[in-house]
């Protein structure tokens, strides 16, 4: 790791730990302001679950929503990590601007059993295929990539933050 990246990677952790939103506003890179974002709503989150306001908590879904698209799926979000939290995420990627995400999102919902029981519970070839589309489209980005999108969020909101 070049010395560079090193100053970077403290700058952040900087950032991160003393909640620091005017260095945060002042990073360049996108992945950068997204990183330390979502840790800093994590923590707050960890600290207090309801602490977040609307604009944080779409930020904070969002976010969720992307890592679980891409280090698992979406049904993990869906069914494990927020479940109550599914349809108030559709509001947040159209919040955000991420409005292809948000109907895949939305179709994916569908698939899920109405009372809320384990999709694999019930699925058949396919449902389960269908959900498998919809993760892969969902984790192609169809909106771009949602770091650009979260910070154009939150600059738009910067007084909320």
């Known amino acids: 790791m070049t010395n560079e990246i090193q100053n970077e ?3 952040r952790d900087k950032i991160v730990e003393n909640e ?3 260095s945060l506003y002042s990073l360049n890179e996108d992945s950068d302001f997204s990183i330390a974002l979502h840790q800093i709503l994590v923590n707050r989150f960890d600290k207090n679950p309801n602490s977040l306001n609307p604009v944080e908590l779409n ?3 969002c976010m969720h929503l992307e890592n679980a698209g891409q280090a698992d ?3 993990s979000f869906l069914q494990e990590w927020f479940p109550e939290q599914k ?3 559709i509001k947040s990627l159209n919040e955000i601007g991420a409005t292809k995400s948000a109907k895949i999102i939305e179709k994916a919902i569908d698939l899920l059993p109405k009372d809320g029981s384990w999709f694999f519970k ?3 070839e396919n449902s389960e295929e269908e959900m ?4 892969s489209e969902f984790s192609n980005y169809p909106d771009g990539p949602m770091r650009n999108l979260y910070r154009k969020y939150a600059e738009k ?5």
């Open 20 to 22: 620091d939103l005017n």
């Open 9 to 11: 990677l403290e700058k």
């Open 73 to 75: 799926s979406i049904l």
């Open 122 to 124: 019930s699925s058949d």
């Open 87 to 89: 349809e108030y995420v």
């Open 157 to 161: 909101h910067r007084d909320k933050i």
């Open 132 to 135: 498998a589309k919809l993760d």
């Open 59 to 61: 930020l904070f879904l």
